[in-house]
């Protein structure tokens, strides 16, 4: 027995610091099969901390302590679950602005109306989905939500997530990549004990907190930066062999051979799992619905050139219907008015190459160009960091070296 003290726990994010720039803003939509949920349906809020959500009603209930899990005698399993995907979103990102907005339908067109919501803001956005039966019919619903958004010049990156999809274990299906829907992610996959509050609870809230906390070149698969141990320590996927009639059931990843995770991972899922040797969880990679060989197949491409698309539209948008110089000899855009728009093109790109989310990049406005339309082209190119997706290490022995 200890002895009498007073103890401090010291807590975080109740000052609700916000992180700088934009890339960090994200929203969470939960699509709930039942409305036990204290927060009000299709209104979204803003918060910065899972004490702000607290305030708004949904208390936070014991986390993982032991076998009791969370607070059993607490009925609204709906707020449990919100709290949970939040309480990971922020442990993830500290200090980052996330929008919540709960449906009773599985509404794509939320996608917007959040987005809306925030002016604009949002980078990315996680999807709870637990009306739905089937995940390939909403990726390219929201692929097209996505589109309109990025039409207006909003765009978002989409991680979808139905807890209710069984994953047949002995079919590599490609229909996750035949999607051509390069703003959609699909995951699969939870901590085992998190059932302890609802059986299909999913890993949207750490996985959307991972991807507000990377730069936008980076991938949530990078094992030295995020490590997704201290939130989930027993992977799992739901999965059912092809010919069996026994219920679905949930296998641990760890429990799998390498040819079913190698085939997960093929068909273009997003999941936890564990490397050998290593104690920590991390995803597996960051794929898109979009065929593997396309520039964007992957979260950290739509990310850097969207980020690269919003930074340059901001230092263009104030030339726009302004006047410029035309050399009275040719009739064409002087030197300098060409160079003008270039270095406005180049700023936010030099800022990109400087925070090291861009390896290089070109920009070129043609003085000759053809501007009797009052039409001025730019010219750009980037080049994207890579990404170490496989390491191969070629030893053996040698008599010398």
């Not at 993982?64 to 979103?89: A, L, M, P, R």
């Not at 009773?104 to 739905?132: C, F, H, K, M, P």
């Not at 097209?144 to 807890?163: F, H, I």
């Not at 890993?203 to 997704?228: D, M, P, R, T, Y």
Request: charge should be negative; charged fraction near 25%; aromatic fraction near 6%.
């Amino acid at each position: 027995m200890e002895l009498n003290n007073i103890t401090f726990n010291k807590t975080i994010g109740g000052l609700g610091r916000t992180l700088p720039g934009q890339d960090h803003v994200s929203g969470m939509l939960f699509w709930l099969d039942s409305k036990g949920s204290k927060t009000k349906e299709d209104t979204p809020i803003a918060i910065k901390s899972v004490e702000e959500l607290e305030r708004l009603g949904i208390e936070k209930q014991k986390r993982f302590e032991g076998d009791s899990g969370f607070d059993e005698n607490v009925d609204e399993k709906d707020d449990q679950t919100i709290w949970y995907h939040v309480e990971q979103f922020f442990g993830m990102n500290p200090g980052a602005t996330l929008w919540v907005e709960i449906k009773t339908t599985a509404d794509s067109s939320s996608v917007e109306s959040l987005q809306q919501s925030a002016n604009g803001a949002i980078r990315q956005i996680g999807i709870y989905d637990e009306v739905s039966s089937n995940t390939e019919p909403f990726i390219g619903d929201l692929q097209n939500k996505a589109t309109n958004l990025a039409d207006k010049n909003q765009p978002v990156s989409v991680l979808y997530q139905n807890v209710n999809y069984v994953v047949p274990k002995e079919e590599n299906t490609s229909l996750l990549r035949e999607g051509k829907a390069k703003y959609i992610s699909v995951l699969i996959g939870q901590d085992a004990n998190a059932r302890k509050i609802k059986e299909k609870i999913g890993c949207i809230g750490v996985a959307l907190g991972a991807l507000s906390s990377a730069a936008v070149h980076e991938n949530i698969g990078w094992v030295q930066k995020f490590n997704l141990g201290g939130h989930i320590s027993n992977p799992e996927i739901l999965i059912k062999e092809n010919a069996d009639p026994d219920p679905d059931e949930f296998q641990a990843i760890k429990t799998m051979s390498k040819t079913d995770k190698s085939n997960l991972n093929s068909t273009g899922f997003i999941f936890p799992l564990q490397h050998i040797g290593d104690p920590g969880v991390y995803f597996n990679d960051s794929h898109t619905c979009i065929d593997s060989l396309d520039d964007y197949a992957y979260i950290e491409n739509n990310r850097t050139i969207e980020k690269a698309i919003r930074e340059i539209r901001s230092n263009l948008l104030p030339q726009l219907n302004s006047p410029f110089d035309i050399d009275s000899e040719t009739g064409r855009m002087t030197q300098d008015a060409a160079k003008h728009f270039e270095n406005l093109c180049k700023q936010p790109l030099e800022r990109m190459v400087n925070q090291g989310e861009l390896s290089e990049f070109g920009v070129k406005v043609d003085p000759l160009q053809v501007i009797s339309d009052s039409h001025i082209e730019v010219v750009m190119k980037l080049v994207p960091r890579g990404t170490a997706r496989s390491i191969k290490v070629n030893i053996g022995f040698t008599a010398r070296v």
